[in-house]
């Protein structure tokens, strides 16, 4: 069963397009919900995290949009630049006030920005 | 400066033979995780610690073994027992009660 599902699996921009990947989860008890970003051949790295109390967090060009109701959230790349290709993973845990703090990974996106 | 250091980076098996994968830090985190990361997969955990001397079963444990007999060491063993072994393999570490796990580089286990 895979509790958190990501799309696309792979993404074509032009330079100084916006990047938009989606994630969707179905455990209600999720309440973290980080971005990662990898290169080939690197470990990934936490790029932007977001908990549900908040709809929106920005961290220069990078947003992550959270939408409680509808159990999804998103990742936007604003101005996107030929660096940002990369492989995105969203994921979800459980962790606030408990002792289980598992991340679910999303199968990933491969992001191609064109110059 | 503070990381994840995994070693070595590429790793051959022959069949039948177990290997370690190698897992150091030194951010002083209490938490540590292995994940196998196949093409398309996403990333997939097969085991957890949390304190020295304990560690939990990931989703996907069949095979593998671990250790935790020092705070900033978390080696993997991929016993013959795993028939798929080949994947890249990323260490990951913690601070205890913040979910925001940082990674080493991995190592890319083949088989001979």
């Known amino acids: 069963q895979q509790q958190v599902k990501q799309s696309p699996q792979s993404l074509i921009v032009q330079k100084g397009g916006i990047s938009i990947i989606n994630c969707a989860y179905e455990n209600t008890a999720f309440d973290y919900f980080p971005w990662y970003q990898q290169f080939p051949g690197k470990g990934p790295a936490l790029l932007i995290a977001?908990?549900?109390?908040?709809s929106e967090k920005k961290e220069g060009r990078f947003t992550i949009s959270f939408n409680k109701s509808a159990k999804q959230f998103s990742l936007h790349i604003m101005d996107s630049q030929p660096g940002d290709s990369a492989t995105y993973f969203c994921?979800?845990?459980?962790?606030?006030?408990?002792?289980?703090?598992?991340?679910?990974f999303g199968k990933g996106t491969l992001l191609t920005v064109n110059p | 400066d503070g990381g994840i250091t995994q070693s070595p980076k590429y790793l051959f098996r022959k069949e039948g033979q177990n290997v370690t994968l190698s897992c150091e830090q030194n951010?002083?985190?209490?938490?540590m995780y292995w994940y196998r990361q196949d093409p398309g997969q996403g990333l997939r955990l097969i085991y957890y610690s949390q304190i020295v001397n304990d560690f939990q079963k990931g989703d996907i444990a069949e095979g593998y073994s671990v250790s935790r007999e020092k705070k900033e060491s978390f080696p993997l063993t991929v016993t013959s027992a795993q028939k798929n072994p080949t994947a890249f393999y990323l260490c990951?570490?913690?601070?205890?009660?913040?979910?925001?796990?940082?990674f080493g580089d991995g190592t890319r286990l083949s088989i001979l």
């Open positions: 951010l002083n985190h209490d938490a």
């Open positions: 990951a570490s913690s601070i205890r009660g913040v979910t925001a796990q940082h």
């Open positions: 994921a979800a845990s459980i962790g606030s006030g408990g002792s289980n703090y598992k991340l679910t």
């Open positions: 977001i908990r549900p109390d908040v």
